[in-house]
C-alpha cells in the first residue's frame, strides 16, 4: 500500500489549521498529540474537561505531578496564566459555545459530518467522556484519524454504523492520506499524499469524494 503519514504526521498537519489564540480542546489519544507541534509565532489555549485551561506539555519523564492530569489521564505541565477551576465550570465552557475548536479522534466519520467515537458496538468497551457535548460546543469540529481500520475497512463513510457522538458536526477530517471538508453532505478532498492517486484514495473511502479543481498535495516534515 502506499506510504501513510504516521500518527505524529496528522498531528502536525492538524495543528497548522490552528489560528493563534483559538481554545481547543484535543479527544483523548491521537488529538493530544496536536499540541506538541504548534507553528512559530502561535500559541494555542489548550483546555481540558477535568478543569484545566491553558496548561503547558508533558513532563519530562520521572518528573510528573500526578495531581495535574488531563481528562486523558496524561501528566501535564503548568504555564503562565494556567488556570484551574470545578468539572461543572469546565463542561459550562465547552456547553456556552468558548470553545474555538475541538479536535477528536473517530471510528467512523459520515460524508453528512456525523461522528461514531464512542463504542465499537455491544461487545466494544463505551467510553463516552466529554465528546457528546464538545461536538456540539465547539465553533468547528475536526477528526484526526488513520484512513481506514487495521483490517482496511474506511473510516469514512457514507452511513455511519456504528453509535453516533453527534449528528452533522465534523467539518474538517486529517487522516494518514488525506485532508478531506465536509461540505453541503459530501466529502471535498483537498489534500493528498502526492503518490496516492485519487483512484487509489477513492478506493480507501466509503463514500464518494467530491473533487474540486484544486487539490493540494499532503506533506508533513520527518518527525
Not at 162 to 179: D, E, Q
Request: glycine content about 12%; proline content about 5%.
Amino acid at each position: 500500500m502506499t506510504d501513510r503519514l504516521s500518527s505524529a504526521q496528522i498531528a502536525w498537519r492538524a495543528a497548522q489549521d490552528i489560528a493563534d489564540g483559538a481554545y481547543v480542546n484535543l479527544g483523548i489519544g491521537l488529538p493530544e498529540m496536536v499540541a506538541r507541534f504548534q507553528p512559530p509565532g502561535r500559541e494555542a489555549i489548550f483546555h481540558t474537561e477535568n478543569g484545566i485551561l491553558g496548561f503547558g506539555g508533558a513532563p519530562a519523564a520521572g518528573e510528573e505531578d500526578w495531581d495535574l492530569i488531563n481528562a486523558g489521564k496524561k501528566a501535564v505541565t503548568q504555564k503562565p496564566g494556567t488556570a484551574f477551576f470545578h468539572h461543572a465550570d469546565s463542561f459550562a465552557m465547552v456547553r456556552g459555545g468558548h470553545l474555538d475548536v475541538a479536535i477528536l479522534g473517530a471510528y467512523e466519520v459520515a460524508e453528512t459530518g456525523d461522528l461514531a467515537n464512542w463504542s465499537t458496538g455491544p461487545k466494544g468497551v463505551p467510553a463516552v467522556g466529554g465528546a457528546m457535548d464538545l461536538v456540539h460546543g465547539a465553533k468547528r469540529v475536526a477528526v484526526i484519524t488513520d484512513h481506514v481500520t487495521k483490517d482496511g475497512r474506511p473510516k469514512l463513510v457514507k452511513r455511519c454504523a456504528l453509535p453516533l457522538t453527534g449528528v452533522s458536526c465534523v467539518t474538517r477530517v486529517y487522516t494518514s492520506l488525506a485532508v478531506i471538508d465536509i461540505e453541503n453532505g459530501r466529502f471535498v478532498l483537498r489534500e493528498k499524499l502526492p503518490a496516492l492517486s485519487v483512484e487509489e484514495l477513492q478506493a480507501r473511502t466509503g463514500a464518494e469524494l467530491v473533487l474540486p479543481d484544486m487539490i493540494g498535495d499532503l506533506t508533513a516534515p520527518e518527525l
